[in-house]
């Protein structure tokens, strides 16, 4: 499989003080990897200077995308802004569109037809005329999950997408995830908390704590050292 991302010795740091430091690994397309790690330890850090969302010090992240389009579906955590958006589930969808439309930006046939086959895709569709802010937390998710995929069809960046949510919720999420992943050889790179999904799902870990402590198959972390202390 041909390398998506490259990570070389990212660095970031606030107020002087680093959060992540020299971190480099490669993902693969089709790959599903989980960050995991402590409170703490740079992960969301790691993620946001991967996507030019922070600065870094340091070291740099280069997509290797279709067309060299750098369209990166981006699920972060959640917000208030997020549980209180006023739009309906179809609109708030298809707006994951405007970042790759030239302007004037108008919702074409196929920007439409994409919103309607995501939602289709994850049980949404139904949904279409409800207001997002009246949906529950896995269903308002599963709205931004297919929002995140009319921006980008190739990757998917996820900060604890489960956070919140109830046991079922967050099955429902975790089964919508590996179905993209299976079915559509979606990249996912997903920072989790949730260790026992994240041994269920992903095929490789990267466990950080500020530096890079271990990165690869996720068969060979459960026999490092550094799973562990996660895992108890």
């Known amino acids: 499989m041909s ?5 070389d010795h990212i660095c970031v740091a606030y107020e002087g003080k680093k959060v992540v430091d020299h971190v480099s690994f490669e993902v693969e397309h089709g790959d599903y990897l989980c960050i995991v790690g402590e409170n703490g330890t740079g992960k969301s850090s790691l993620v946001k200077a991967m996507l030019g969302l922070v600065p870094t010090c340091c070291g740099k992240a280069v997509f290797n995308l279709k067309n060299g389009k750098k369209r990166i579906g981006y699920l972060p955590q959640q917000t208030l802004l997020q549980k209180d958006f006023p739009a309906s589930v179809g609109e708030t969808v298809i ?3 405007l970042s790759g439309m ?5 919702y074409r046939k196929a ?3 994409l ?4 939602m289709k895709y994850l049980d949404i569709y139904d949904l279409r005329h409800k207001a997002t802010r009246d949906l529950s937390g896995g269903q308002r998710q ?3 999950l297919a929002r995140a995929l009319c921006a980008a069809d190739e990757i998917l960046v996820l900060d604890e997408p489960v956070s919140g949510l109830d046991t079922n919720a967050a099955r429902d999420l975790y089964s919508c995830l590996e179905k993209l992943n299976r079915e559509k050889n979606i990249t996912v790179i997903m920072i989790s908390h949730d260790m026992n999904s994240a041994m269920k799902y992903a095929a490789k870990i990267l466990h ?9 198959k996720k068969e ?3 026999l490092s050292i550094h799973s562990k202390k996660l895992l108890s």
């Open 95 to 97: 707006s994951g569109c």
């Open 115 to 118: 919103a309607e086959t995501y």
């Open 208 to 216: 950080l704590d500020t530096k890079l402590l271990f990165f690869g």
């Open 220 to 222: 060979d972390y459960l």
């Open 111 to 113: 920007e439409k037809e």
């Open 142 to 144: 599963r709205v931004l």
């Open 3 to 7: 390398v998506i991302l490259k990570a």
């Open 102 to 106: 030239k302007f004037p930006k108008i």
